[in-house]
T-cell receptor
Framework: QQQVKQSPQSLIVQKGGISIINCAYE??????FPWYQQFPGKGPALLIA?????SEKKEGRFTISFNKSAKQFSLHIMDSQPGDSATYFC????????????FGTGTLLAVQP | NAGVTQTPKFQVLKTGQSMTLQCAQD?????MSWYRQDPGMGLRLIHY???????DQGEVPNGYNVSRSTTEDFPLRLLSAAPSQTSVYFC???????????FGQGTRLTVV
């Protein structure tokens, strides 16, 4: 049973467009929600993370929106670029335990020039 | 500063063979973890360690053993490889407490 459900499985966006990836969770004990970016042949790398005491966090073109009541969080990539083409994973953990992350199934993003 | 180093990068095993996947980090992190990545399933936690001499099981520990004799190293052992263990394996380390987890480049393992 997937504790963190991620959608869509794949996404095609035109250059300059907005990419939106969604995740949902059930366990209300989760209190740390990171997003990871993975390029082919590489390990995941932290992109941005949020805690449930804030509803939004922005770092450059990347924004996490968090809805605690709906138990959902999403990644928005503004002005998407071909270099953003990668697989994106949402994750969650309890007690901020970044050594015990529970990952979503991933979204393959392709940004077309 | 190399970060998290995994060896080998690729490996082919026959069913029943044993092997050890190596993981080393040079960031003096106490926390280390092993994940496997399978298509459509994301990354799943196999084993983790919160310090030298301390290990625990994650979500999918069956068929894998770990030990942590030093802060730097966290090897993952397959005692008798099975085709179901064909996967990409990632090692990660973190300082802990909500800080960033750093991942290695991965080991692609095929069991035939």
């Amino acid at each position: 049973q997937q504790q963190v459900k991620q959608s869509p499985q794949s996404l095609i966006v035109q250059k300059g467009g907005i990419s939106i990836i969604n995740c949902a969770y059930e366990n209300t004990a989760f209190d740390y929600f990171p997003w990871y970016q993975q390029f082919p042949g590489k390990g995941p790398a932290l992109l941005i993370a949020i805690r449930p005491d804030v509803s939004e966090k922005k770092e450059g073109r990347f924004t996490i929106s968090f809805n605690k009541s709906a138990k959902q969080f999403s990644l928005h990539i503004m002005d998407s670029q071909p270099g953003d083409s990668a697989t994106y994973f949402c994750a969650a953990s309890i007690g901020g335990a970044t050594n015990k992350l529970i990952f979503g199934t991933g979204t393959l993003l392709a940004v077309q020039p | 500063n190399a970060g998290v180093t995994q060896t080998p990068k690729f490996q082919v095993l026959k069913t029943g063979q044993s092997m050890t996947l190596q993981c080393a980090q040079d960031m003096n992190h106490e926390y280390m973890s092993w994940y496997r990545q399978d298509p459509g399933m994301g990354l799943r936690l196999i084993h983790y360690s919160v310090g030298a001499g301390i290990t625990d099981q994650g979500e999918v520990p069956n068929g894998y053993n770990v030990s942590r004799s030093t802060t730097e190293d966290f090897p993952l052992r397959l005692l008798s490889a099975a085709p179901s263990q064909t996967s990409v394996y990632f090692c990660a380390s973190t300082y802990g407490g909500g800080t960033e987890a750093f991942f290695g480049q991965g080991t692609r393992l095929t069991v035939v």
